[in-house]
Nanobody, 124 residues
Framework: QVQLVESGGGLVQAGGSLRLSCAASGRSLSSYTMGWFRQAPGKERDFVVSINWSGRSTSYADSVKGRFTISRDNAKNTVYLQMNSLNPDDTGVYYC?????????????????WGQGTQVTVSL
C-alpha cells in the first residue's frame, strides 16, 4: 500500500474555491487509480471523483460535475482536487484514496489505500 496525506482543507464561504492536495509516500502513484471521497457528519463516505493512472480518464459524481477538477502529477507523486463554486452541501471530510483498477462506477471498496482526511467546511 501507499501512504497518502491530504492537505488544503479549510473554511470557505459559499461560492468560493479550495484546492486539495494528496501527497503519496512509500510507493509511486504512477500505476494507481486515484480518487477523492467525502464524508459528511452522520453520513456514509461518498465517491466524488477519480482519475486513472495516466490522467487521461476521469469519473465524477453528478453533484460535482462542472465544479470540481481532479488532476495528478505522477512526477511529484501528488493528486489534486480543485473545487470551485462550493456550497454548504460540499462540507465534509475529504479523503484521498488509491486503487489498482479502473472500473467505474466507483465505491469505497475499489480503493485499498486511504489518507486520514482533510476537513472542508463551506459556510453560507
Amino acid at each position: 500500500q501507499v501512504q497518502l496525506v491530504e492537505s488544503g482543507g479549510g473554511l470557505v464561504q459559499a461560492g468560493g474555491s479550495l484546492r486539495l492536495s494528496c501527497a503519496a509516500s512509500g510507493r509511486s502513484l504512477s500505476s494507481y487509480t486515484m480518487g477523492w471521497f467525502r464524508q459528511a457528519p452522520g453520513k456514509e463516505r461518498d465517491f466524488v471523483v477519480s482519475i486513472n493512472w495516466s490522467g487521461r480518464s476521469t469519473s465524477y459524481a453528478d453533484s460535482v460535475k462542472g465544479r470540481f477538477t481532479i488532476s495528478r502529477d505522477n512526477a511529484k507523486n501528488t493528486v489534486y482536487l480543485q473545487m470551485n463554486s462550493l456550497n454548504p452541501d460540499d462540507t465534509g471530510v475529504y479523503y484521498c484514496a488509491g486503487g489498482r483498477s479502473w472500473l467505474p462506477p466507483f465505491s469505497a471498496t475499489d480503493f485499498d489505500s486511504w489518507g486520514q482526511g482533510t476537513q472542508v467546511t463551506v459556510s453560507l
